[in-house]
C-alpha cells in the first residue's frame, strides 16, 4: 500500500514518462506569503545527470487534480486562481552539458491589488528536449518519451482571511496489494492551500472500546481540489466497527465524520 501512495504521490507532482536524465534538486513545491505590490525570487535547480548534453525548456502552466485519479496541465488563465501572469522566468530554454548543475531564476510580481485571500498557484514545467533524428526504418520521425517535472509555485495572499475547509467525499474499505485499507477522498472547498492529514479512530462496535487509531500520509491539498488518502488497516481483524474519521491540517484545524465501518474477509 505504501508503494501505491508514493505513487499517486509522484503522479500528482510530475508527468509519468520512461526517459531519465534531467532531475529537479530544490523541490518540487516553492511556496510563498505574499503581500500587495511586492516582488519575490525563486530559483529552479536542474541537473543533467546523463553522459550527453541536454536542452531543457521550461514554460507555466495551470494545474489541478481530483480524487479519482485525473490531472489536469491546462494554459494559463484556465484557472480562476492562477499566478501564472505574476511569474516571468529568466530563460525558456537552457542547455546542461554531461553531469552540469544550472539554476533558472523566476520572479513573482504581486499585483498592486489582489481582490481574493487565499492561495493562487500555477507549475513551471521543466522539459528536457531531445533532437528529432530521422529514423532508418520507416519515413518520419522517431520519438522518445523524456521526463516532464512540475514545479507547484503556491502563493498565498492575505492568510488571515484566508482557510481551508475540509469535505469528506467518500470513505471506502477497500483491498490495496492484498492488504486492507481505508480510502478517504478529501476536498478542500476552502480558499488556502494546507497539508492534511487523515486518521481513523475504530471502536468495537458493541462495548464501545477503542481498538486503534490509524493515519495516512500528509499531502498538499489545493483550494478546489480533491485527493485520496490511503490508511492501512490490515491488523484489524474481519467485522462492523464504529469509526471516526479525521482530516487535520498543518494548523491543526480538525474535520470529524462518525461512519460504520465493515471490514471484510476478502
Sequence with gaps: MIKRILFLITLILQFSFLHAGIVVLNGLTHSYKVENGKVYKGKVAIENTGNNPQSVKLFLQDFTYHSDGTINYTAIHTNKKTNGDWIKLNTNLVTLKAKEKTEVF??????????????????????????????????????TSVIRYAIQVITDYDTEKAKPDLKFESIKVEKEEGKQAV???????????????????????????????????????????????????????????????????EDENAFALNVELEVKND
Design 106 to 143: 523566476y520572479e513573482i510580481t504581486i499585483p498592486d491589488r489582489v481582490n481574493d485571500p487565499g492561495s493562487y498557484w500555477s507549475v513551471i514545467i521543466v522539459e528536457p528536449v531531445d533532437d528529432i533524428k530521422p529514423t532508418d526504418k520507416q519515413p518520419g520521425v522517431s520519438i
Design 183 to 249: 480510502k478517504i477522498a478529501i476536498a478542500n472547498n476552502g480558499n488556502l492551500y494546507c497539508k492534511p492529514t487523515a486518521s481513523i479512530e475504530i471502536y468495537n462496535r458493541k462495548t464501545g472500546e477503542k481498538i486503534g487509531t490509524f493515519s495516512s500520509l500528509t499531502m498538499g491539498l489545493l483550494p478546489s481540489t480533491s485527493k485520496t488518502f490511503y490508511i492501512d488497516i490490515s491488523k484489524i481483524p474481519p467485522a462492523q466497527y464504529k469509526a471516526t474519521v479525521i482530516a487535520t491540517d
